[in-house]
């Protein structure tokens, strides 16, 4: 079963496979990282580690049972208790109900681990597939986004109050928490695997 664990140092590898391998496949939905990402990475995980040992973000990784990474979950921007979602899913990975199980999961996380109360994402208009993981895991539109914020393209801010039915989830060594529940997954969803209402984190500011 799938787990999702905090990024760690040794993730890098694992990372770095699932960005090439789906670069082209994440550049149909918003912006390519460009070549300075992949060519700079092993600083920009370095950067990433340092933000989340800061407090600035806490950066998850869905890992299969091969050990390799089938999404990318953040949280960032976090300030008073609220934070902004981002999010990306392998290729091989979409239609399984990934997605949506793993953001339910993130979200108990960010209330019990990481204090937060409410989280926020933003998604194009016609990312459909990322509004309809977002409504299943209990997010409501809040308003208009700035294009700036989903790749110059027109959008809307989703946004969830946690609560404190987000229970605590034990961790386990290395970072992993518990393994995904095939109840969480719904089977039927068919989503496109790339899903990202925010913009990723990257080195500086954390985006």
Known sequence: MPKLQRLLPGHAPAVLAFELANRSYFAAYISDRGDEFFDQ?????????????AGAGAYYVLVGEDGSVLGRFNLYAIKDGTAELGYRVAQHAAGRGLA????????????????????????????????????????????????????????????????????????????????????????????????????????????
């Not at 990475?41 to 040992?53: G, Y």
């Not at 208009?125 to 977002?134: D, F, G, H, P």
């Open 100 to 207: 949506t199980a793993t953001v339910r999961e993130l979200c108990r996380l960010a209330a019990a681990r990481h204090g937060l109360h409410t989280l926020r994402a933003a998604t194009s208009r016609e990312n459909t597939a990322s509004q309809k993981v977002l409504t299943k895991a209990g997010f409501i539109p809040a308003g208009p986004a700035d294009p700036a914020s989903i790749g110059g393209k027109q959008g809307t801010w989703y946004q969830r109050d946690l609560t404190a039915g987000d229970a605590p989830q034990p961790e386990r060594p290395g970072g992993a928490t518990r393994a995904l529940r095939m109840k969480d997954l719904d089977l039927t969803e068919r989503t496109r695997g790339f899903v990202s209402p925010a913009p990723f984190p990257r080195v500086g500011r954390g985006r």
């Open 41 to 53: 990475f092993t600083e920009q995980h370095s950067a990433l580690l340092a933000e989340q040992e």
